[in-house]
């Protein structure tokens, strides 16, 4: 099993940035897709970004379009979501989750790890 680990959340304004990052490490990261949802409180948990585990593929929510980019260092292990224009809206937990497959899926219930998330807050 992959373990995930994210960083780099924080507080910042509204129509601000921010880049979280998700280290894999364990049983061989390359083999996974990865995905990043987020959970507002009170809230179910939502698919935000996924890429392939080749990085040819990437899919989004269509309220982070155009504003967020989820990209993947292969040499690092490393999955990144580059968060740009951000808004209040945009406040929730951030979490990693991976798959061993070559698709990008969209649901939770298809990911097989996750990490322990990481605070986004967007103020306005």
């Known amino acids: 099993q992959v373990r995930l680990l994210e960083s780099g959340g924080g507080l910042v304004q509204a129509g601000g940035s921010l880049r979280l990052s998700c280290a894999a490490s364990g049983r061989t990261p390359p083999r996974y ?4 949802f987020r959970q ?3 809230e ?4 935000v970004a996924g890429i392939n ?4 593929s990437t899919k989004y929510a269509d309220s982070v379009k155009g504003r967020f980019t989820i990209s993947r260092d292969a040499a690092k292990n490393t999955v990144y979501l580059q968060m740009n224009s951000l808004k209040p809206e945009d ?9 061993e497959t070559a698709a990008v ?4 219930e298809y990911y097989q790890a996750w990490g322990q998330g990481t605070q986004v807050i967007v103020s306005s």
Do not use: H, I, N, Q
């Open 91 to 99: 406040t929730a937990v951030y979490y990693c989750a991976g798959r």
């Open 105 to 108: 899926f969209t649901g939770k």
């Open 44 to 47: 179910e948990r939502v698919f």
């Open 53 to 56: 585990r080749d990085g040819s």
């Open 33 to 36: 897709s990865l995905g990043w």
């Open 40 to 42: 507002a409180p009170g």
